[in-house]
């Protein structure tokens, strides 16, 4: 059994699906080629992501890319 790892990005405003790219490998040069099709596609935009794995440490701004880190189990509050 293969397991597939989806990677999206959403446009905020409308929902609407902007990137995607799926793999059964999800590594850095995965998403170095996902965020060069965004920069491109979306030059000058900001991306909201989550502060976990991969997405943190990625260097957004070799790629044009604003970014902003989403807080610790935001949008939900972990109550322990």
Known sequence: MVSFYVF???ELKSRKIVQ?????????YFLRN????FEYK??????IHDNSGE?????YSWYGIKDVATVPYSPN???G
């Open 34 to 37: 996902q965020f060069s099709e």
């Open 8 to 10: 999206f990005i959403i």
């Open 55 to 59: 997405l943190k440490h990625f260097p």
């Open 77 to 79: 509050v972990y109550s």
């Open 42 to 47: 979306y030059h000058g935009s900001t991306l």
């Open 20 to 28: 995607f790219g799926i793999t059964a490998n999800p590594n850095r």
